[in-house]
């Protein structure tokens, strides 16, 4: 019962997956990789006893390949999700699921005219123990009705590439997933704060913003994404509900006391800090597959991210509160018939 | 050099000051009292020795009162502010300095024609210790330039009375009051964010609320006000900067570890919150007037939050970002000459 | 109903507590001073308009004296304390009550026979809100019947003069105190551990020691005493019982993160970590009097607390269990007829 | 490169290891298993898809087995490990590696004999990321050279067959190896406190028990063991340094601020305290032996920790402090020369 795996595209997160299914998730194969740089893909698939192919194209219709993960260039991941639902595999798609939202429209009505769930999108944040303790005291009623959401996401440092619409599409992304998610709850519009820039950013971005999100049922979401924090990675967030609130933990290892002080370092990047659920997400995924059950975020969560992140772009360009326009909800992913 | 005390005003928050200049302040006497019951102010002044007076003007220009405590009745504040700088004598009003930013500023105006410090607003977050701790790191660049704040005001439970303008006027006045003097920055414009209110409020109340404020150099803050959250009275506060953030603990006296939790018991109104900061007010109010140097907040922090005030009411009803027009701050209370 | 009090001791704590009793604890008066060194005597009497008189002596027996307070060099305790007995008067001792247990006996039976509660002695940690939590927290039956208790009392650093027998005689002497009053039990037996010492102190002294006490319904503590700690000044204590724990918080004024750390400061001396404390005894011994019930720490715990000190100093000796002989508890101070 | 693995020992510690190595640990396949309780072992065999075969000899022996855990009753793991050794074959024996100090002792000698490392010892802590951490601030000197150590191990509740002996040799023991890891420290000598038991055990249970090592160094260790606590499953250890200290901290998944209080769940059990450390230790184990080079505890740590759980219980039973007894430690474990 062993998933055999191909990769499509071998940088830095394609290399880091292919070592998650090799080294630490069980009952997955990478047995195909490809990627632009033929070299590259070939010195991967050496290391761990993969064949390395032409084109991501070759990898979907190997007929060795059960699943495929795409971990190629972002504007490439539309055409290779939809030639495994074509193919009729699974495929895990690193977000972005597509870089338009009109493309990943197309994904859900493909994969709904294929009629099973073949796509998972890579919001690993609902691999997380301390959110999946937050959903669960959500859905067990612990805070009351949800009202409100604040939360942060911190990086240390952006690149010069960096800019200001990254901040929702590559940042911000990850919260927009995780806010409809642990509050089940549609986002219909967003707007977006200018503060004061720091000095520590390159000159033509916007850092930090302040993202306003509200929901279907009257949820206000505050959001801080600032990638220049320089003291850290470090994401918070509290729910706040009609009876009680429910915030993330502040990750320590261990606590020092010394030079007057009482300290724990904080995590420097989302790889450390999101480490477990990573290795959770991607043995999920395999678990599912072997069960027949894709279960995780899939093609519609891609899709309305991609919506919602388009409308908060627009609010950042535009200084006002722009409505989210979704599709209806098909009844195959969950909406109301 | 003992203060003589005149009170005016023997409700629930001035029979606590006088408690507090009677039993927990040195320095200080209070030696005459009134109410618009007659009846209570003589029994609080028989509780401590004092004289009950017929009036508030009697109890100004009574010789042997050195300083006045106005805890009256909202409405009637200003009135007694400005006969007390007419009297040239010392005067604490609890917040607010008035009711209309019309008075505060006749306020302002008369004090600088008095020529000298007389008035002080009671804003007592300024003596907490942790708010006193934020500033000083702020202050040493601990956390570099500030570019954005969280705040949230929390209460257990509102009575009818409470109404939707009362979350900016009776709650934030607070943090209005403190992000000014935290940051040394002055707040210029306001925005309200309407939430789904919980269904633990009484009908016509909006709760909670998120307020948005700017200040001149572009900070951002925003302020949850959630007056019916249930589970306590609960303050928090970060202040974000260019390095580094500061935030203010959750206070504990001890933590429990049982039934399988680990807990701390929340604070369950301002009093107990914030009685060590409400002692310091008083006493440092009494010991800058044996001093004869006024230090704590004035008039223009009184008139500046009264016009903030205005704009977050106004954005509330409007749903828009309301600027903030202060006067030009007069050299007198440390402006641009 | 203003207590006047005189002062025996103008040295750093004498000075102290002038300081507290003029400034901050309220219905106190200090009218008389004296010091071994007449001219500090003058300076400091002058400073908050006291008289200056020759001897301890003289202030004890001063017309104008209600109440004395006791600060001069421990082994001049007893003889103070005890003429202020004889006088009829109130008088605040700081620890030690005295250097050998057989003159805080005498101090015992003096008080006895005078009939009345005239003595307590300067046991501060009584008055922190975190200790006093945690004995509500005991009493309420939170935890179940009490064990265990783990504690730890550490300073930055000692200087050359601190011996070995000061761990037990200035140091663990607060926590031998707190124990007995937070069990409301009797300490029986002491022995004491004498781990490596730290290379940071002075050559002659242990440091650290632990620290073992039994109590007469077998509750076992263990106790850190380490006085070279060099990070800061910090106390913890934690009692376990049948149903839970009961834990100390770590003091913050606020949480930084800055350069990859989260941290807050440690106090660097018990004037910091335990000022509320301090001007809580005070004030609440000011009350007392002004009552008429003493309700502090009195004769008793002193002689009790020197009891148990011998036997620990013994057991740091020995290397033994040392037993605690304690006469028999009078009914005078709560023993059973 | 899988590794095939023979599980003697088909309980609940060994169903969960079989669970990890075929569904967590990447690398490894169970091929063969056995029990005392052949129709358990069929069935766990027949839902893994190995064989069950009659005794653990032949499993030892299997040619398609190339390394063992043994997870059977305590008394028989000697004689499984030296079957293992004497086959040449890699074995992971759960604590205790044998229940006398001779036996574990004949283990050491015959895998020195044999002249390559087989064994590892079941002590998991050694993979928890906070004790990791804690050792590696040790190692870095980030607390100075350790004097003190601090631990604390309480479970909710014992059943009646625990006795007191099982407070060191089942419950201890992991502490007993930690500190030994964590120090890089030998411990010399053991004794046992006896606090007045909790009336929430059985009976015959010395329940808690306070134990104190001391090491080569002089490192004084005080260890809590209380299995009846009641509120959870808790472990605390603080290592105390010349310049600082460094503690675990308190696991929390998310925390709620209700009804009063701002809480956390404390786990329940080892299972979910150590869950992460379980999956590494045998994750680790596994890729040490395709590397053919074992790094975990071995047979010198199963034959110390043998030792001084020997000498504990005996401090137990004669209330004195016991002297450890080791053999001299051959250059094979690192002993020198």
Request: proline letters at 4%.
């Amino acid at each position: 019962m062993t998933v055999h795996i191909g990769v499509i595209g071998t940088g830095m997160i394609g290399q880091d997956h292919i070592r998650r299914l090799t080294g630490v998730v069980t009952g997955a194969e990478v047995t195909a990789v490809t990627d632009v740089d033929a070299r590259r893909a070939k010195e991967v698939a050496a290391g761990v006893g993969a064949r390395a192919l032409p084109t991501g194209q070759d990898v979907i219709v190997d007929a060795l390949v059960d699943a495929v993960v795409v971990t190629s260039w972002g504007p490439t991941h539309a055409e290779y999700v939809l030639a495994a639902i074509e193919a009729g595999k699974y495929v895990f798609c690193e977000k972005p699921l597509a870089t338009t939202a009109e493309d990943a429209l197309r994904i859900v009505e493909a994969e709904e005219a294929a009629g099973r769930r073949l796509v998972q999108v890579g919001f690993m944040r609902r691999y997380d123990q301390g959110y999946r303790a937050m959903k669960r005291v959500i859905g067990e009623g612990g805070i009351g009705s949800p009202l409100l959401m604040h939360c942060a996401h911190r990086n240390p440092a952006a690149p010069e590439s960096y800019h200001s619409e990254m901040a929702t599409q590559d940042t911000a992304i990850h919260e927009i997933d995780t806010i409809r998610w642990l509050l089940d709850d549609e986002i219909v519009s967003a707007q977006v704060l200018r503060p004061r820039s720091t000095s520590k950013r390159f000159e033509h971005l916007q850092d930090p913003q302040i993202m306003l999100f509200e929901t279907a049922s009257g949820v206000r979401i505050d959001l801080e994404v600032f990638v220049n924090c320089q003291y850290g990675y470090d994401i918070q967030c509290e729910t706040v509900g009609e009876t009680g609130t429910v915030r993330l933990p502040d990750p320590a290892d261990v606590w020092l006391r010394t030079a007057g002080q009482l300290r724990t370092e904080v995590a420097q990047g989302w790889k450390e800090r999101f480490a477990a659920a990573f290795d959770r997400e991607l043995a999920e995924w395999v678990a599912s597959i072997q069960d027949g059950r894709l279960a995780g975020p899939g093609s519609w969560d891609g899709y309305a991210a991609a919506v919602i992140s388009d409308a908060t772009v627009d609010a950042l360009h535009s200084g006002r509160v722009v409505p989210v326009r979704l599709k209806d909800r098909p009844a195959f992913y969950g909406g109301r018939p």
